[in-house]
């Protein structure tokens, strides 16, 4: 009977370590494939929702022009627009603390959602071979936090691409803001030309 009894312990014990390993195997592909689906996005995000900008107002003096008059400016000073030079100006614009911030934002949700997928890959890897040995291969507390952990950098991900939408549409707008430096350069520049039209 002590032996049977023996017996039916390990045996509960063997089935409890398979189910808890069965769970964590199940659950890390999903969190992972949930990861995966985000990283085609993030591959064109600011090539395709911010360059484009850039790109088509700074491609010319006579799309930097309207892009003034848009923002406001007077004729005046969108005709000594052409004293600026666009690639100076456009490499500002490249540097701008707006566009570095989405640049780091895309960064760091393309690296999250990699990093998911490495920890979940690593969690499946070690249950599948704790399956195979059934023993514990890891601390069952390290393979609890890993999917819990997965999922909280999911819903991270899913915040940040949310900021990131939400920048990229008002990113017009800051371009807009940001041309106040490019406003008293042209004035400069206007000043100059007439005091030496003047002379």
Known sequence: MVADLQECCETTGVASIDTFWLATA???PV???????????????YRDDVQPVI?????SPANF?????????????????SAINLADAKEKVVRAKATRSLR???AS??????????LQAVLLALSLAALAYNVHVMPPWLAIVL?????????????????????AKAFPGM????????????LSAASKTGRGAAE
């Open 31 to 45: 969190i992972a494939l949930a990861a995966v689906v985000v990283l085609p996005d993030t591959s064109g995000m």
């Open 104 to 106: 780091v934002l895309v």
């Open 147 to 167: 999917p819990v952990g997965g999922i909280v950098l999911l819903a991270t991900t899913v915040l940040q691409v949310s900021n990131y939408r939400r920048a």
């Open 65 to 81: 022009q309207a892009a003034m008059r848009t923002a406001g400016a007077s004729e005046w000073v969108v005709e000594a627009v």
């Open 175 to 186: 371009l807009e803001k940001g041309f106040s430096q490019i406003f008293k350069e042209a």
């Open 109 to 118: 949700i393309r690296w999250t959602a990699i990093g998911n997928v490495l």
């Open 26 to 28: 199940a659950a890390a």
């Open 55 to 59: 790109d088509e107002w700074f491609d």
